[in-house]
């Protein structure tokens, strides 16, 4: 055993496999896997040795034990030098062994990967979601073959490359999973037609579970659901760039989920990027056009856009009284936190409403107390 092991430590020869050969003992198999492997990858050894090596490899990948090959599989994982045939042996064993190198190896072409999905194992296809780079053409194939679990896996990785078709086959095929639309929701840089889809999804299964639990009206279920959707909507929009705000009016437009009482909430809470880009497509005018009108001076411009959106005429007075009220803030303060801003809007808003006799829906003025308490909670924060 002694001699054996010597010859790890120094060069490697035809010797070395034929006593890999001959030795029965796992132990002995599995400790070789190992040290040849990092011989092979840190060392600098002749061509003769690199081939004697990677006839080892070859040997131990045909090893009738498991974890022998676990061994060679997890020692070589990140080798970038491996032949070929090698990397193919170990990715199409059991997948205690393959899961390794499929998730590590930079060697394996998308073809290989491509195949290994259409295995259905579970674990390998896990493996090829955890990749530190999934490209598009890969994550359609994943999403095509797999389930649940290595699709969660996917969206979880920053490194997938998911296009947005893709997005919207994963919501088609997994219409009802919350377990799906979570990792959703919180994944970076998803497009905000697929985030106001899944907000939908969301809002249809709350929907379902106060049918069952609940002995409710369906007109009352339906108002529950749609304030849940349109603070979701609102609290997406907040925190979106220009373009993506863009978006989401024209979706939401599209889809007749572009409400007055979005609209109106909108504006209440300082959003005006959603506020103008919402009157613009309603009225089908540029937005350019659009922030000319709603901040006229005298008004006259927003009321006529307001009818051009064709929008609930009694409810004008509180918009045009929150668009006054943005402007009369941003010329007396210098404050530049949202949250502060808007707290101190809504604020002032409601006692004005309350002054002129403007009465809002039970869910609008609960919705802005909200407001007002998620700002007070971050002022004591700072």
């Known amino acids: 055993m ?6 790890l430590k120094t060069k ?84 205690s062994v393959a899961v390794p190198m499929i998730q590590y190896s930079d060697v394996i072409t998308e073809e290989d990967l491509i195949e290994i999905l259409r295995t259905k194992d579970e674990q390998k296809q ?9 490209s598009s ?13 290595p699709i969660v ?34 994944r970076p840089k998803v497009p905000v037609s697929i985030l106001e889809k899944v907000i939908t999804k969301v809002s249809d299964e709350l929907r379902k579970q106060l049918l069952r639990h609940h002995d409710l009206p369906v007109t009352v279920i339906t108002m529950l659901v749609t304030q849940t959707r349109e603070k979701a909507i609102l609290n997406l929009s907040e925190t979106s760039t220009e373009e993506e705000v863009r978006t989401l009016v024209i979706h939401l437009h599209s889809v007749d989920r572009l409400t007055p009482n979005l609209i109106l909430r909108s504006v209440c809470i300082g959003d005006m990027k959603f506020f103008e880009y919402a009157l613009a497509i309603k009225a089908g005018i540029p937005i350019r056009n ?9 008004l006259l411009g927003l009321e006529r856009l ?60 609960d919705y802005f107390v909200q407001k007002i308490g998620q700002s007070s909670e971050i002022v004591s924060q700072e």
């Open 2 to 7: 002694a001699k054996q092991k010597d010859f």
């Open 12 to 95: 490697l020869t035809q010797k070395d496999v034929d006593l890999l050969l001959k030795n029965p003992s796992a132990d002995i198999r599995s400790s070789t896997a190992r040290k040849v492997s990092e011989q092979y990858q840190f060392k600098e050894l002749t061509q003769k040795e690199k081939q004697i090596a990677e006839d080892i490899f070859r040997l131990i990948s045909n090893d009738i034990e498991v974890r022998v090959r676990e061994e060679l599989a997890e020692s070589l994982k990140t080798c970038s030098f491996l032949p070929y045939d090698i990397i193919q042996k170990i990715i199409f064993d059991v997948s």
């Open 126 to 134: 896990c493996a090829v979601a955890k990749r530190q780079k999934v």
């Open 137 to 149: 053409f890969v994550c359609e194939h994943l999403i095509e073959e797999a389930g649940e679990r």
């Open 153 to 186: 896996t996917l969206i979880k990785n920053q490194g997938a490359d998911i296009s947005e078709n893709s997005y919207h086959t994963i919501l088609d095929k997994f219409e009802t999973c919350d377990e799906i639309h979570e990792p959703l929701l919180m």
């Open 290 to 298: 659009a922030r000319i009108l709603i901040y006229d001076s005298g």
């Open 306 to 365: 307001y009818q051009e959106a064709e929008l609930p005429q009694e409810m004008f007075f509180a918009i045009r009284l929150a668009v006054k009220t943005f402007r009369e803030m941003l010329e007396e303060t210098e404050d530049g936190y949202r949250d502060h801003f808007q707290r101190r809007m809504i604020e002032r808003l409601l006692m004005l409403f309350d002054a002129h006799q403007i009465h809002l829906e039970k869910a609008d003025e």
